[in-house]
């Protein structure tokens, strides 16, 4: 018997499940609905297209891997050390949806690749504002040294880690450097060394 009431986001976590299981290729509504245990109506109810479905499938995803934890501030943490942290995380959860996922997004319709787009821009305005906040409670960081402004170094920031992430740069040790020289001067021996071995 079919369940009623079954809610939009019990409905996206079930077919976030079946993606990460079988792809995106392998989603569609009658496989959400068995596992759900409702009707192929009610999935529809909620999301009209299969294409709804997946826009939020990624939207799921997208989320996870960025809005969860990323943009948290740890005390004491310099930016240019969240920034190669940050890198680290983007790298792991792009290598997953690269490889299962990414090929197959091109399936989507045009309206369906725009709303993805649309959810994937919510995310980066999210890492923006938290980066900004990062930025802000680095009491050693001063972007004024670099004669920008905060937001100014964080679109840089961000736009060079999207680059980075899409040349399938392994790390971002340029980056964090550059930022280590315009936010806190000169690097110091031990530093360098410690960049030169990989270890920041």
């Known amino acids: ?3 009623q009431g079954i809610g939009r ?5 079930a077919a976030y499940a079946l993606a990460e299981e079988r792809g995106l290729a392998g989603l569609d509504i009658r496989g959400v609905a068995e596992a759900c245990g409702v009707s192929v109506g009610t999935i529809y ?3 009209p297209t299969k294409d709804d479905l997946l826009v939020e499938v990624i939207g799921t995803f997208w989320q996870r891997a960025f809005h969860e934890d990323l943009c948290r501030i740890v005390e004491g943490e310099r930016f240019d050390v969240f920034v190669s942290r940050v890198y680290a995380a983007m790298c792991s959860a792009l290598a997953a949806f690269r490889s299962d996922w990414l ?4 399936a989507l319709s045009i309206q369906g690749r725009d709303e993805g787009k649309m959810r994937e821009s919510e995310t980066f305005d999210h890492i923006r504002a938290g ?5 802000g409670a ?5 972007p004024a ?3 920008v402004e905060p937001a100014e170094l964080v679109a840089f920031a961000l736009e060079s880690m999207v680059a980075g992430l899409c040349a399938g740069d392994a790390d971002c040790r340029v980056l964090a450097a550059l930022l280590r020289a315009a936010l806190y001067g000169d690097v110091s021996d031990r530093e360098r060394a410690a960049l030169a071995a990989g270890e920041r």
């Not at 090929?103 to 091109?106: E, L, R």
């Open 1 to 3: 018997m079919a369940r």
């Open 9 to 13: 986001e019990a409905i996206a976590e």
């Open 45 to 47: 109810n909620h999301f």
């Open 103 to 106: 090929p197959q997004i091109s």
């Open 131 to 135: 980066m900004l906040a990062v930025l």
């Open 138 to 142: 680095d009491e050693l960081a001063d």
């Open 145 to 147: 040294r670099a004669g």
